[in-house]
């Protein structure tokens, strides 16, 4: 074996964290670099669907993240002038997956407990401070220069896996188009330790809230309620991050005596973009360097560690003479689509829903809601629908 007889990957995020440990556990030796100095402490996101769990539990690190998170069983979707619309068990799939419920827990607790397995490995050479900003290829491997402390250098291997997020420097380098939309609204996330739940009546840990003039998502994590909510015409960046804007929009959620101690705050433009190609030859997309979309649904994140796994997969069949370079095609014609016709249509539904303001319309979907709740058989098409569950199969269907 040489010194290019191994797997390069480009961003230590969930994603990236996900392919290093699959295929580091299946013998194949990996390069995990990444421009921080260390895991940053990310706090954007925190859903874990049910089958992304069964994923992480086939890497041995579920119960890991169980132990740092939150259980959730039951998420809602609540009306700020109705309450409680439709309250959500997820227990209808029991016999969908090993793991019917949510876990929130936040993303960067995730990425500490793989690189701590990683590290472990004789296999894997994890480095920080390490930016990868282009790509090049031959018949024989991939060059990934990356910027360091000490200048630029070159590593080399097989195959590269660009992991590197929604400005993905590898993406660009390759001319890969990402078409799509951007939101002219920004978005605020924040998070306090106030106990929302003494003040809306059987709060579950998730809960969407529709609004047609204010809409809101609670998401609890350990010790702390996160909330998004949207921004107002003209609101900048540094504006809706300010004290004066953070504690007038809270005091609208939830109106309390004195101000609201928040452990962070960001103000944060979202898209909906999909890459034109998650393969160009040696080198694949995964992640947000694959697609982007709004957070509501909490599809981002676990997409993105889908991706890495089915790639995975392939890079193991190929690795071992199992399977010829024509199996990579497979990943593209399966995860595409998937973000395209699935992840990115939830998402936008999701968004509609939460700021329709036809009242009509908003009645007839909170009627079919909770007709659905009532009925187990509806239930479950909707949350299998909801916990990518039949994104999956529909992926594994394709090509």
């Known amino acids: 074996m ?34 921080a100095s260390e895991l940053p402490e990310d706090l954007r996101a925190s859903t874990f669907h049910p089958p992304t769990l069964d994923m992480l539990d086939d890497l041995g690190v579920v119960d890991q993240l169980i132990g740092q998170g939150i259980i959730c069983p039951k998420w809602q979707y609540r009306d700020t002038r109705e309450g409680v619309v439709a309250e959500w068990d997820l227990g209808v799939l029991e016999n969908d997956t090993r793991h019917p419920y949510r876990v929130q827990c936040e993303q960067y607790k995730l990425t500490r407990i793989m690189v701590a ?15 990868g900003i282009e790509a ?9 220069t990356v910027e360091t402390p000490d200048g630029q250098d070159e590593l080399k291997g097989r195959y590269l896996i660009a992991a590197d997020g929604a400005s993905s420097a590898i993406r660009i380098s390759q001319g890969i188009e990402f078409p799509g939309l951007t939101f002219p609204e920004l978005w605020l996330c924040t998070s306090s330790e106030y106990n929302f739940e003494d003040h809306f009546e059987d709060l ?19 010790g702390l309620w996160r909330l998004l909510l949207p921004s107002r015409p003209g609101e900048t960046a540094d504006s809706l991050v300010s004290d004066e804007t953070v504690q ?19 103000a944060y433009a979202v898209h909906q973009r999909v890459a034109e190609t998650y393969r160009k030859g040696r080198i694949f997309l995964a992640g947000d360097s694959a697609h982007i979309n709004n957070p509501l649904g909490g599809m981002g994140m676990n997409g993105g560690i889908h991706d890495a796994v089915n790639l ?4 193991v069949r190929v690795w071992r003479g199992d399977a010829d370079d024509r199996e990579f095609d497979k990943y593209d014609a399966q995860r595409r689509p ?24 908003r ?13 187990p058989a509806k239930a479950r098409k909707f949350l299998r629908q909801s916990s990518m569950i039949n994104a999956l199969d529909k992926a594994n269907s394709l090509a």
């Open 204 to 222: 579950a840990p998730i809960a969407y809230i529709a609004d047609p003039n204010f809409w809101f998502v609670f998401v609890r994590v350990p």
């Open 248 to 266: 007038d929009r809270m005091h609208q959620v939830c109106p309390i005596d004195g101000d609201y101690d928040t452990f962070h705050r960001t």
């Open 2 to 35: 040489t010194d290019i007889d191994r797997v390069l990957i480009s961003g230590a995020g969930p994603v990236g964290c996900s392919a290093a440990l699959y295929l580091a556990q299946n013998g194949i030796p990996v390069t995990l670099a990444e421009a």
């Open 363 to 375: 009645k007839a979907t909170h009627d079919e809601m909770r007709a659905t709740v009532a009925d």
């Open 136 to 144: 090049a290829q031959d018949d024989q491997g991939v060059t990934l």
């Open 117 to 131: 397995e990683l590290e472990k490995m004789d296999n894997v050479d994890v480095r920080f401070r390490t930016q």
């Open 312 to 315: 995975s997969e392939k890079l």
């Open 338 to 361: 998937i973000a395209i016709d699935y992840v990115q249509q939830t998402t936008l539904r999701n968004k509609a829903m939460l700021e329709e303001t036809d009242a009509e319309v």
